[in-house]
């Protein structure tokens, strides 16, 4: 019932910019965090970037200065705005929330998204 979409991947040069969303759906009571993650083959799945509800934010080290998260909570929907983009920032990223379905017990349930491939280019 709940879904998390995500949008805006694709392929692009070094210093580039790309703005990802994902956009979770359904019968939904409440969304605490939601945020980034991403992920190359053959390593763990890291976090990018991430936001909590009352906008705290925390981002890896990586990506300082470069991403900016942010999210528009009417629309259940958070961002990633990647700018000067780096052959390395190139995975699959994954949106992750921690939300409250209609159907669950008080408490918040992980959910990801289907994931979006980032391609930078030299």
């Known amino acids: 019932q709940v879904q998390l979409v995500e949008s805006g991947g694709g392929l692009v040069q070094a210093g580039g910019s790309l703005r990802l969303s994902c956009a979770a759906s359904?019968?939904?009571?409440?969304?605490?965090?939601m945020g980034w993650y991403r992920q190359v083959p053959g390593k763990q799945r890291e976090l990018v970037a991430d936001i909590s509800s009352g906008g705290n934010i925390r981002y890896a080290d990586s990506v300082k200065g470069r991403f900016t998260i942010s999210r528009d909570n009417a629309k259940n929907t958070v961002y990633l705005q990647m700018n000067s983009l780096k052959p390395e920032d190139t995975a699959v990223y994954y949106c992750?929330?921690?939300?409250?379905?209609?159907?669950?017990?008080?408490?918040?349930?992980?959910?990801w998204g289907q994931g979006t491939q980032v391609t930078v280019s030299s």
């Open positions: 992750n929330a921690e939300i409250r379905p209609n159907w669950g017990r008080r408490e918040w349930y992980d959910y």
């Open positions: 359904g019968s939904i009571v409440g969304i605490n965090a």
